[in-house]
């Protein structure tokens, strides 16, 4: 299912509703449980009126899922978390309203960890979503019900949030293809934050060019958003085969220990059929990878205690009946809406944020970034990408990790410096370990979405 071939359908005589029916049909037979809310009389009402009207803008008529950290007028948000259970925003994230404003349907709200903490959609209050490629397998997370509503068919596009590889890793373990935009690039007003200095709300769909086309759609400047910039370009427009003026770095600390043969295997092959098509490459180094993984967590979980602090009963989320001493209302009130891996983070970031400790930990964690971000700033003066797997292993079973959290955060260790450093970076399928997919991380200059969506789309048409 891509826009193309819905678009085509929608204009040799199938109207809007049909196509809405036949998605929300598939959706609730699904084993996935890619979705926990569905917007079916909002959405079958636009598509009626895309079929009378006429469908307009450049998503006119085309469905879209939406992670449930977005907030979404009239649409329960939940950010899978029982404390905000039954919420329903009063109004639109900056990216729903550039959707709407294209004629995109939004006909729900996809899974997700828990406030986005997780690898694997395991943490959600709505039970796991699957992978499509194997039921038993987890999807990746948080995004893993957007990325895994894609992958299954349910829907051609589909809206995710990346802190530290959230879009790309589910787009890895799925087999599609998802973006992590430069920070500052697309508004995150409206995105319920976790670690809002590096979170990103990103796109998803089953091929480049319908990324390049979403990315159009949601990129742009907003003045809610004191981080957002003016700089916009017409990605679409930019995609094309030729590879021949592309200069690629592989980054040697992002192989060897750690990554599984055929992972790296099928990325050395993609590099290689870069190569056949013009590109050149050379093998570079980013010396402070190896503290990245520590600063991200401490960035990320003192982010996350201070952001989440808000949820408190009073002021927003859940309320338990009669309440009873402050102390002993914002305790049971936290104790029963989180759940143990947002408890953990939470725990762990007000400790680095304490203090005694706030220059031990969370000056440290910011002056390793300013490290890592000049690493990837030098990498790529003489590169245009850089290349490295997605994730250093295939999609793992449901529950095998859930025990162990540390192994868990090891697996974001190819996708976190990309937050860390604030660049853009897209995940394109190239090539299965066994009948699992594989991803390949393409990372480009900040602003340079253009360069990266341009190198994926001439790899994904090589591969085709």
Same mark, same amino acid.
């Given at each position: 299912m891509n826009v193309d071939g819905l678009r085509e359908m929608l204009q040799s005589g199938k109207s809007a509703e049909e196509l809405l029916h036949s998605i929300f049909d598939k959706i609730e037979r699904s084993k996935l449980n890619a979705?926990?809310?569905?917007?079916?009389?909002?959405?079958?009402?636009?598509?009626?009126? $895309?079929?009378?009207?006429?469908?307009?803008?450049?998503?006119?008529?085309?469905?879209?899922?939406?992670?449930?950290?977005?907030?979404?007028k009239g649409i329960q948000t939940t950010c899978c978390s029982k404390i905000l259970e039954g919420y329903i925003p009063p109004y639109d994230a900056h990216v729903i309203e550039r959707l709407k404003a294209e004629g995109a349907i939004i006909i729900g709200k996809t899974n997700m960890d828990e406030f986005?903490?997780?690898t694997s959609t395991e943490t959600s209050c709505f039970g796991p979503t699957r992978n499509p490629w194997d039921l038993n397998r987890v999807p990746g997370g948080s995004s893993g019900g957007s990325a895994a509503a894609v992958a299954g068919g349910e829907i051609p596009l589909a809206l995710g949030s990346d802190t530290g590889g959230s879009v790309r890793c589910p787009a890895s373990f799925c087999g599609v293809?998802?973006?992590?935009?430069? *920070?500052?690039?697309?508004?995150?007003?409206?995105?319920?934050?976790? $670690?809002?200095?590096?979170?990103?709300?990103?796109?998803?769909?089953?091929?480049?060019?319908?990324?390049?086309?979403?990315?159009?759609?949601?990129?742009?400047?907003?003045?809610?958003?004191?981080?957002?910039?003016?700089?916009?370009?017409?990605?679409?427009?930019?995609?094309?085969?030729?590879?021949?003026?592309?200069?690629?770095?592989?980054?040697?600390?992002?192989?060897?220990?750690?990554?599984?043969?055929?992972?790296?295997?099928?990325?050395?092959s993609g590099i290689t059929a870069l190569e056949d098509g013009g590109a050149s490459y050379t093998e570079i180094s980013l010396p402070h990878t190896k503290y990245s993984l520590a600063a991200y967590y401490i960035i990320a979980m003192s982010e996350a205690s201070s952001n989440l602090a808000r949820f408190d009963g009073l002021r927003y989320g859940l309320r338990l009946g009669k309440d009873k001493d402050w102390h002993t209302t914002f305790s049971e009130i936290k104790a029963q809406g989180f759940g143990?891996?947002?408890?953990?983070?939470?725990?762990?970031?007000?400790?680095?944020?304490?203090?005694?400790? *706030?220059?031990? *930990?969370?000056?440290?964690?910011?002056?390793?970034?300013?490290?890592?971000?000049?690493?990837?700033?030098?990498?790529?003066?003489?590169?245009?990408?850089?290349?490295?797997?997605?994730?250093?292993?295939? $999609?793992?079973?449901?529950?095998?990790?859930?025990?162990?959290?540390?192994?868990?955060?090891? $697996?974001?260790?190819?996708?976190?410096?990309?937050?860390l450093a604030g660049v853009p970076s897209i995940s394109v399928p190239c090539g299965f370990a066994g009948k699992l997919p594989i991803g390949m991380q393409i990372i480009g200059r900040h602003f340079d979405e253009a360069t990266i969506l341009r190198t994926a789309y001439a790899f994904e048409r090589g591969m085709t």
């Open positions: 979705f926990v809310t569905l917007a079916k009389e909002s959405a079958l009402e636009e598509a009626r009126r $895309a079929d009378k009207h006429g469908a307009k803008g450049m998503l006119g008529g085309i469905p879209i899922g939406i992670k449930d950290s977005i907030s979404t986005a903490m997780g293809v998802g973006l992590k935009p430069t *920070y500052g690039s697309v508004s995150r007003y409206g995105l319920i934050a976790y $670690a809002n200095s590096l979170e990103q709300i990103g796109p998803f769909a089953g091929n480049v060019k319908d990324v390049a086309l979403l990315l159009d759609a949601i990129s742009g400047y907003d003045p809610r958003d004191s981080t957002s910039v003016a700089k916009k370009c017409e990605y679409l427009k930019e995609l094309r085969d030729d590879v021949s003026d592309v200069k690629i770095g592989v980054p040697k600390e992002f192989f060897g220990e750690g990554i599984d043969e055929k992972v790296e295997k099928a990325v050395w143990e891996e947002v408890k953990r983070r939470i725990l762990l970031g007000t400790y680095a944020l304490s203090a005694g400790y *706030y220059g031990k *930990y969370y000056l440290k964690a910011l002056k390793v970034r300013t490290l890592i971000k000049r690493d990837f700033e030098s990498a790529l003066k003489d590169t245009n990408v850089l290349i490295t797997p997605t994730m250093p292993f295939p $999609a793992f079973k449901i529950g095998e990790k859930m025990g162990e959290p540390l192994a868990l955060y090891l $697996a974001d260790v190819n996708t976190v410096p990309i937050n």
